[in-house]
């Protein structure tokens, strides 16, 4: 459905795929330029795919369905800064937790400005995209705050796995949890993104959780992927993903 629409936009836009969602990814950067002061915070944004912005901004086009110069899509802008902010901030805090030392090709941000001041960023950032939803109305900033549970519970699940020992746990309750933690932790944003991009064109609550479902479907499928790249690259065997892979592994494949 969401791909009709889109072609729909596009074609009445004359534009094609590439510069479509190009043109979107410039717009969020222009508002993130023109919203962020804090220099750190813009150190964090840059070099984001802005994958989940683009989400929001496709569901607020195919159901606002006009161009994009009337005051409805400026919010929807601000509202793409909003889960852009919750989305990096996430990604500072798992870097700590994890004890990543790289994001995006560079220190992360605990490596070149200390533990403290990542944590403090990160709340900022949290602050920050919250007070953008809030302006947006209770719905949206309903919409902001339970996705941010989700993903603390995810983040909590997945510490909890960690500091007991994956060895504890049978291969299909590993699995179970493992589905668990990608669903709140990622594809809950991606969910997010999409029922907030509706709401923003003022669309039904109804339309609003269908987009939802249809976001939430690509985070999982998303992270999948991703977490399958990384163990075809040697990465990650650590987390939870990889004793379940040896479990997988030991069983002839078969999950």
Not at 1 to 12: H, P, Q, R, S, V
Not at 30 to 35: A, L, Q
Not at 66 to 87: M, R
Not at 92 to 101: F, M, P, S
Request: hydrophobic share 40%; net charge negative.
């Amino acid at each position: 459905m969401i791909l009709i629409w889109g072609n729909k936009i596009m074609k009445e836009t004359n534009l094609s795929v590439d510069i479509f969602f190009k043109k979107i990814i410039e717009d969020v950067n222009t508002e993130i330029e023109n919203r962020i002061n804090d220099p750190i915070i813009k150190s964090v944004l840059e070099g984001g795919k802005r994958l989940r912005p683009m989400l929001m901004l496709l569901c607020y086009h195919a159901c606002n369905g006009k161009e994009k110069n009337n005051s409805n899509y400026k919010k929807a802008l601000e509202g793409a800064v909003s889960i852009e902010l919750a989305h990096n901030a996430s990604l500072v805090h798992d870097d700590i937790i994890d004890r990543d030392t790289e994001r995006r090709g560079k220190p992360s941000l605990y490596v070149r400005n200390g533990v403290d001041t990542a944590l403090l960023i990160g709340h900022k950032m949290i602050a920050a995209g919250f007070d953008i939803a809030l302006n947006h109305g209770p719905d949206i900033a309903k919409v902001y705050v339970d996705t941010w549970n989700k993903a603390l519970s995810g983040e909590i699940l997945e510490v909890k796995i960690n500091n007991n020992g994956k060895e504890e746990y049978s291969k299909e309750n590993l699995l179970k949890m493992y589905y668990n933690i990608i669903d709140q932790k990622t594809a809950s944003l991606f969910e997010s993104a999409c029922m907030s991009g509706a709401l923003e064109a003022k669309a039904s609550w109804e339309i609003a959780k269908t987009l939802g479902q249809y976001g939430r479907e690509i985070g999982m499928a998303y992270q999948l992927a991703d977490d399958l790249v990384d163990l075809e690259n040697g990465e990650r065997i650590d987390s939870v993903i990889g004793p379940l892979l040896k479990m997988i592994e030991g069983n002839n494949g078969k999950i």
